[in-house]
Nanobody, 123 residues
Framework: QVQLVESGGGLVQPGGSLRLSCAVS????????IGWFRQAPGKEREGVSC????????AYTAAVKGRFSISRDKAKNTVYLQMNSLKPEDTGVYYC????????????????WGQGTQVTVSS
């Protein structure tokens, strides 16, 4: 059974940075893609970033490209999302998802979800 635990959220001023972590159990990072999604109040959950199994190829939604960076530590079985130059529109609950056969923004393709971590960008 795949379990995902997110951490690292918080309150940050515009222009600031946060690093989110997703601790994965029940799945080796080489065995499935890992994704980050977010959900703002009153909006649909949307894909943010993803890292493929094996090669570790990464993907980003246009709104965060150049500001966010996804990475993984296989020894710790953990995936990270480094978020820089944060904007108020980045506010939301950030969820980790796994596994998927490949990176996709289709939510139905992901087998398990974490409980989420709140990110608030405000002055």
């Amino acid at each position: 059974q795949v379990q995902l635990v997110e951490s690292g959220g918080g309150l940050v001023q515009p222009g600031g940075s946060l690093r989110l972590s997703c601790a994965v159990s029940g799945l080796a990072l080489d065995d499935g893609a890992i994704g980050w999604f977010r959900q703002a109040p009153g909006k649909e959950r949307e894909g943010v970033s993803c890292i493929e199994k094996h090669a570790g190829t990464t993907a980003y939604t246009a709104a965060v490209k150049g500001r966010f960076s996804i990475s993984r530590d296989k020894a710790k079985n953990t995936v990270y999302l480094q978020m820089n130059s944060l904007k108020p529109e980045d506010t939301g609950v950030y969820y980790c998802a796994a596994p998927a056969e490949f990176c996709t923004w289709y939510k139905w393709a992901w087998g398990s979800w974490g409980q989420g971590t709140q990110v608030t960008v405000s002055s």
